[in-house]
């Protein structure tokens, strides 16, 4: 039997549906600014720890971020959560799509104002650049809104193609993400 592409990386195999698949560490970044943040952002990671095939690692504390992009709106409440997964990443990806959908997320306008934002940033040492999937995430590497939180649950974590989180979060300017505690939990 012939596996996908992205399953073929090394690593721990979990059996999954009759086929080895392997753990690997995924990464998301998790965002709102709209209704109650808070509520909303454990909505999404209560969902995502839930899914099958998803053992949760860590996740950040909340931080309060500035918009990027189309800055007359309210700020963001960000989070990363980090998870370990046999799941492709076309398969993790479908399941922040829902989460999102589930949220009443809009797209109405690029980088505006939303209920809840479920980003897929990192799947393994997977690197990926399809039309509607990229990994690592493209942007990841210059945003402090991921970086900053992901270093709290992984200060080693290395994204993909970019090096080490802390030696990229070293070149930017944090100013805009400001801790506000750990309101939103994995239990």
């Given at each position: 039997?012939?596996?996908?592409?992205?399953?073929?990386?090394?690593?721990?195999?979990?059996?999954?549906?009759?086929?080895?698949?392997?753990?690997?560490?995924?990464?998301?970044?998790?965002?709102?600014?709209?209704g109650?943040?808070?509520?909303?952002?454990?909505?999404?990671?209560?969902?995502?720890?839930?899914?099958?095939?998803?053992?949760?690692?860590?996740?950040?504390?909340?931080?309060?971020?500035?918009?990027v992009?189309?800055?007359?709106?309210?700020?963001?409440?960000?989070?990363?959560l980090?998870?370990?997964?046999?799941?492709?990443?076309?398969?993790?990806?479908?399941?922040?799509?829902?989460?999102?959908?589930?949220?009443?997320?809009?797209?109405?306008?690029?980088?505006?104002?939303?209920?809840?934002?479920?980003?897929?940033?990192?799947?393994?040492?997977?690197?990926?650049?399809?039309p509607?999937?990229?990994?690592?995430?493209?942007?990841?590497?210059?945003?402090?809104?991921?970086?900053?939180?992901?270093?709290?649950?992984?200060?080693?974590?290395?994204?993909?193609?970019?090096?080490?989180?802390?030696?990229?979060?070293?070149?930017?300017?944090?100013?805009?993400?400001?801790?506000?505690?750990?309101?939103?939990?994995?239990?």
């Amino acid at each position: 039997m012939s596996l996908p592409k992205d399953t073929a990386a090394p690593g721990i195999h979990v059996e999954t549906l009759g086929a080895m698949r392997p753990l690997r560490t995924v990464v998301f970044s998790l965002g709102a600014n709209l209704g109650d943040t808070l509520e909303t952002l454990q909505g999404a990671v209560d969902q995502l720890r839930d899914t099958p095939n998803m053992i949760p690692v860590g996740i950040s504390p909340v931080y309060l971020t500035e918009p990027v992009g189309k800055v007359d709106q309210p700020d963001f409440h960000n989070l990363v959560l980090v998870m370990e997964s046999t799941l492709t990443a076309r398969t993790l990806l479908e399941r922040a799509l829902a989460i999102e959908e589930a949220f009443g997320r809009e797209r109405l306008e690029v980088n505006g104002p939303r209920t809840v934002d479920v980003d897929l940033i990192q799947v393994g040492p997977l690197t990926i650049d399809e039309p509607d999937l990229r990994i690592p995430h493209p942007r990841a590497h210059e945003r402090a809104f991921v970086l900053v939180p992901w270093h709290d649950v992984e200060p080693g974590a290395v994204l993909e193609g970019h090096g080490p989180i802390a030696d990229l979060i070293a070149g930017l300017d944090t100013s805009g993400v400001r801790p506000v505690g750990p309101e939103v939990t994995l239990s």
